[in-house]
């Protein structure tokens, strides 16, 4: 069955990086869109960056600039560098794949197919 798993989060200070990854397996990495989600305490889901089975990417307001979104087709392996992180960036951090990039942009959080357990990201002031 698919599995996303990922890793990397943990406790930083304001100002900090940290480097997310998902490892996927049971299904075609390379022909999937990807994309992180976050989801903070009270807030609901919403999707940070995504990126199409091309590379295309694409990124909300909040973090441009900060953030970024990588793919490696042969580790089959999802990956969110995140730097200069804010309070604010606090969540719990969600992989997920799509069939398309248009549609992970598009439509709401359910519109992913397939779903990683998530790993926490807590940022200190």
């Known amino acids: 069955q698919v599995q996303l798993v990922e890793s990397g989060g943990g406790l930083v200070q304001a100002g900090g990086s940290l480097r997310l990854s998902c490892a996927a397996s049971g299904l075609t990495f390379g022909s999937y869109a990807m994309a992180w989600y976050r989801q903070g305490p009270g807030k609901e889901r919403e999707l940070v960056a995504a990126?199409?089975?091309?590379?295309?990417?694409s990124y909300v307001d909040s973090v441009k600039g900060r953030f970024t979104i990588s793919r490696d087709n042969d580790k089959n392996t999802l990956y969110l560098q995140m730097n200069s992180l804010k309070p604010e960036d606090t969540a719990l951090y969600y992989c997920?794949?799509?069939?398309?990039?248009?549609?992970?942009?598009?439509?709401?959080?359910?519109?992913?197919?397939?779903w990683g357990q998530g790993t926490q990201v807590t940022v200190s002031s």
């Open positions: 990126i199409g089975s091309g590379g295309s990417t």
């Open positions: 997920a794949a799509g069939r398309t990039l248009r549609t992970l942009l598009t439509g709401p959080p359910s519109s992913a197919d397939y």
